[in-house]
Each structure stands twice: as structure tokens, then as C-alpha cells.
């Protein structure tokens, strides 16, 4: 399975993109500020292809696993991101929500000048569930980060 994350606009704090999974839109996701140097937990990561695995320890794992038992098996981690820890795809409205990470949903806002997400809870578990298959069936699932000729624009203007 292959989660292409298209970065397309940008706010003071947030970056909104497209998700497509297999080559289909799937639904939108929200990051941190895409940043020359890294701030820990306000950054988004570095444009890439990193392979996604299932982390079954730590505090998110505990919650998500007291708020979809039967479901979750542990947090979707993305893997070997340069000069970060801990990077999932998680539920989240708000750039404060992310931390570094990346939050999905199904439409988005603007809310105090930066763009939100929102249906995130709905969109993550179709997601979560998709991935889960993709593992099942002996598939890799791996997400890669991409620029969107409109994201460009922005960040040289």
C-alpha cells in the first residue's frame, strides 16, 4: 500500500495536503509548519518515503487501545524519518494536535488564521482499517511525502 501525502497549501503553523492511497484521493491531512530548522514538536518532516509500522507501546498505543478496543493494534509509525522520533498518523483538528505528526480528516477550515482538519476520528479509523489489511496481506505500507506544484509556489514567493 502507498500513502502519497501531497503537500498543497500552507499557513503561518499548519500544512494542509492530499492524501491518495494506491493512487486514489483518500482524504486530507494536516502537519506542522514545513521549517528550514527543525522545532521540536511544531515541525512537519522532511519530504520523503518512509515505510509505516504498528508501534505497540507508549501512551498513544495505551489510549487508542482504550478507545478502539478490538481495532487497534498499535500506532501507525512512520519509520526512520531524519531527526525525528515517534511520527504516527493520528486523529487531530489542529496544528497544536500534531506534534510532528500527521493528522487526516475529511474537510478542512481555517480557525484563528491557520487551516484545521476536521472528521478526523472517521477518516483515521478508514485509514487505520485500510492499513491494517494492507499488513494483513503480507503488504508493506509505506507513506511518501511530496510537494504540490502549488506548495512550491508559496514557499519560494
Request: contains cysteine; proline residues 3%; glycine residues 8%.
Amino acid at each position: 500500500m502507498i500513502i502519497i501525502i501531497k503537500r498543497e497549501k500552507r499557513s503561518e503553523h499548519a500544512t494542509l495536503s492530499k492524501v491518495y492511497v494506491d493512487g486514489k484521493y483518500f482524504c486530507l491531512a494536516l502537519e506542522d509548519s514545513v521549517r528550514d530548522e527543525k522545532i521540536p514538536g511544531s515541525t512537519a518532516i522532511p519530504a520523503g518515503q518512509y515505510n509505516v509500522q504498528l508501534r505497540k507501546a507508549g501512551g498513544m498505543h495505551a489510549r487508542y487501545s482504550r478507545l478502539y478496543p478490538g481495532l487497534h493494534r498499535g500506532m501507525a509509525q512512520m519509520m526512520q524519518v531524519p531527526n525525528f522520533e515517534y511520527v504516527y498518523i493520528h486523529i487531530g483538528n489542529y496544528f497544536s494536535d500534531t506534534a510532528g505528526c500527521v493528522l487526516v480528516g475529511d474537510y478542512w477550515k481555517m480557525k484563528d488564521g491557520d487551516y484545521a482538519v476536521y472528521g478526523s476520528t472517521r477518516t483515521y479509523l478508514q485509514l487505520y482499517v485500510l492499513m491494517c489489511k494492507a499488513w494483513d496481506n503480507g503488504e508493506k505500507v509505506t507513506v511518501e511525502i511530496v510537494w504540490g506544484p502549488a506548495f512550491e509556489e508559496q514557499c519560494l514567493s
